[in-house]
């Protein structure tokens, strides 16, 4: 059996995909996942359903929702539930089971651990392999209380690290030109996110378009002056300069990595 929650919450055994359409069961879900094998207290699990409205008989509704899950994860010949009471609240057992996002997180480090022996080929796979994984937003309808707030907030930024270290591999493979498109696109969804910016300017350089390159500073430039009152970070503003230098390093990332982080 395989939990999955990047994407909508869905739990898939033997093929089969089974779905919780009720939302405070799967809030309740999703919240035992995010602490899987570890004791989540009535608290917790209460301010997670109701944030700080918590009703009267809050303890009841919570009982016939633990009851509801109860059902929904039995299974034919396991007589053991996989939602345990533990004191002070309940537990959820993962025994043979398998959380989508922790296979997602060992990829990702798969491929860190690739990249650092400049292993680029694997790494390529690593991260692609990782982001196949997600159906969509992850836990988009959920987002009520700090536990899984704050396990989306881990799990994008997460997700956006393993995006930017796709990219920066796929250009250790020379692969540039085939990355404009998605890195302008990038850019346009995450305005702020200046990584990709410094990526875009890069493919554009070594694609023979350095104008192009050197707009994409001005618009950065522009962005992040309207939107935070900041100028690029050193990073970006270090790599404008090398393009205006024609700086023949920006060929060769490593060299050109090695270099920045020295001076």
């Excluded at 944030?51 to 509801?68: C, E």
């Excluded at 400049?118 to 309808?141: I, M, S």
């Excluded at 796709?166 to 995450?190: C, F, K, N, P």
Aim: aromatic share 8%.
């Amino acid at each position: 059996m395989r939990y999955e929650i990047l994407g909508p919450l869905r739990v898939v055994d033997g093929g089969a995909s089974s779905f919780i359409s009720a939302r405070k069961v799967e809030t309740l879900l999703a919240t035992l996942l995010i602490r899987s094998d570890q004791v989540v207290s009535i608290e917790q699990l209460e301010t997670e359903l109701w944030g700080d409205k918590t009703p009267r008989r809050a303890i009841a509704a919570l009982h016939v929702y633990i009851s509801q899950l109860r059902k929904f994860l039995a299974r034919e010949g396991s007589p053991d539930s996989a939602v345990v009471t533990r004191p002070p609240g309940y537990l959820l057992r993962m025994g043979d089971a398998e959380l989508d996002f922790q296979i997602f997180e060992r990829y990702v480090q798969l491929g860190r651990a690739h990249v650092r022996r400049h292993d680029h080929e694997q790494a390529v796979t690593c991260f692609e392999d990782a982001l196949a994984l997600w159906r969509g937003p992850a836990l988009e309808d959920l987002r009520t209380g700090p536990i899984i707030e704050g396990f989306v907030i881990w799990l994008n930024e997460v997700r956006m690290e393993c995006i930017e270290m796709l990219i920066d591999s796929q250009m250790e493979l020379g692969r540039h030109r085939e990355l404009i498109g998605r890195l302008y696109a990038l850019v346009m969804e995450y305005p702020l996110r200046e990584t990709f910016y410094r990526q875009l300017m890069l493919a554009l350089y070594r694609a023979e378009r350095q104008g192009d390159a050197l707009q994409v500073y001005q618009r950065a430039r522009a962005t992040l002056t309207k939107e935070l009152g900041l100028e690029p970070c050193k990073a970006l503003q270090e790599l404008h300069s090398s393009i205006l230098l024609a700086d023949d390093r920006l060929m060769d990332m490593c060299a050109y990595e090695s270099t920045a982080q020295s001076a």
